[in-house]
């Protein structure tokens, strides 16, 4: 379970509470660069993940072969925090608002409603949002929107490694 999740931030009255300030302090510091690709929407699809320690920095990727673009956004986010091997104050940075506004913004509400959109329907990629909450509640998260294809580093390599997944994924089948 998160250090600093929505229960023990009312429990211990708000975030910035000094209880939490020797626990973030501890807490590896790792920034996330994710992206997904596709090729036809439906179609082949990649996902590309860069997470940076310090110095130290891990690029993963894959693909699958019929999937959507939003899947892979989704994906790269998971595999990313996926990586993640103890309890981190995690930065992540994605070029999807679909993934950042679904992951902030609207993910309560679709529990709350058993899974609907406020329009009453099922909501779409429900098996990744669930797998994506539960890793997220095991971290400290701040999410982060980056403009995509518009010089960004971090950005522009996750690009190119979510193209390699949809490549080697192609390649191999």
Same mark, same amino acid.
Request: proline share 3%; charged share 25%; hydrophobic share 40%.
């Given at each position: &379970?998160? /250090?600093?999740?929505?229960e023990?931030?009312r429990?211990?009255?708000?975030?910035?509470? !000094?209880?939490?300030?020797? /626990?973030l302090v501890? &807490?590896? =510091?790792? =920034?996330?660069?994710?992206?997904?690709?596709?090729?036809r929407?439906?179609?082949?699809?990649?996902?590309?993940?860069?997470?940076?320690y310090q110095d130290?920095? +891990?690029?993963?990727c894959?693909?699958?072969?019929?999937?959507?673009?939003?899947? &892979?956004? /989704?994906?790269?986010?998971?595999?990313?925090?996926?990586a993640?091997k103890?309890?981190?104050?995690?930065?992540?940075?994605t070029?999807?608002?679909?993934v950042r $506004?679904g992951? !902030?913004?609207?993910?309560a509400?679709?529990r709350? +409603?058993?899974? +609907?959109?406020?329009?009453? =329907?099922?909501?779409k990629n429900? $098996? /990744?949002?669930?797998q994506?909450?539960?890793?997220?509640?095991?971290q400290?998260?701040?999410?982060?929107?980056?403009?995509?294809?518009?010089?960004?580093p971090?950005?522009?390599?996750? $690009?190119?490694?979510?193209?390699?997944?949809? $490549?080697?994924?192609?390649?191999?089948?």
């Open positions: &379970m998160a /250090l600093l999740t929505s023990s931030r429990w211990f009255g708000g975030a910035d509470h !000094t209880f939490f300030q020797p /626990l501890l &807490m590896k =510091k790792i =920034k996330i660069f994710t992206d997904g690709a596709c090729r929407n439906p179609g082949p699809g990649g996902w590309g993940v860069i997470l940076q130290h920095v +891990r690029e993963l894959g693909g699958e072969l019929e999937t959507t673009n939003n899947r &892979m956004e /989704l994906m790269a986010a998971i595999k990313a925090l996926e993640l103890e309890i981190c104050f995690v930065e992540i940075y070029d999807s608002v679909y $506004d992951i !902030t913004k609207w993910l509400q679709w709350e +409603r058993g899974w +609907r959109t406020a329009a009453k =329907k099922p909501v429900q $098996d /990744l949002w669930a994506l909450a539960e890793l997220v509640e095991k400290e998260v701040n999410w982060h929107w980056v403009k995509g294809h518009a010089g960004d971090g950005n522009e390599r996750a $690009d190119a490694l979510a193209n390699q997944g949809l $490549d080697q994924t192609l390649a191999e089948h």
